[in-house]
Nanobody
């Protein structure tokens, strides 16, 4: 399974950005999908999660109400829409996936996720 991210960039406080993550390999199987972020010197932080088989979602308290995770199962892609961005949202953002796993049990734990994208920088000033 490979994950390829796109999106990200620089934006002013209060602005919006959108990230995309395209999944290849094992696309016929159910998948848990997530976004994480990491600031240098800090632990990787879970941001949002969902899964291909339903509409349930999970959000970190720090982004709930501002970020939206979604997916398009026909394109094997999941998205992160980020609104009302704050300087503290500045980080390297990673998409993650797990295949045939128990989704949303501990979505905030990076060790629960097997596949990772390469990361894309989001800078809010």
């Amino acid at each position: 399974v490979q994950l390829v991210e796109s999106g990200g960039g620089s934006v002013q406080t209060g602005g919006s950005l959108s990230l995309s993550c395209v999944r290849s390999g094992a696309t016929h199987r159910s998948a848990c999908l997530a976004w994480f972020r990491q600031v240098p010197g800090q632990k990787r932080e879970g941001v949002a999660a969902t899964y291909t088989g339903g509409g349930a979602t999970w959000y970190a308290d720090s982004v709930r109400g501002r970020f939206t995770i979604s997916k398009d199962n026909t394109k094997f892609t999941h998205y992160l829409q980020m609104d009302a961005l704050k300087p503290e949202d500045t980080a390297l953002y990673y998409c993650a996936a797990d295949i045939d796993g128990v989704c949303l049990e501990r979505p905030e734990d990076p060790s629960e996720w097997k596949y990772w994208g390469q990361g894309t920088q989001v800078t809010v000033s």
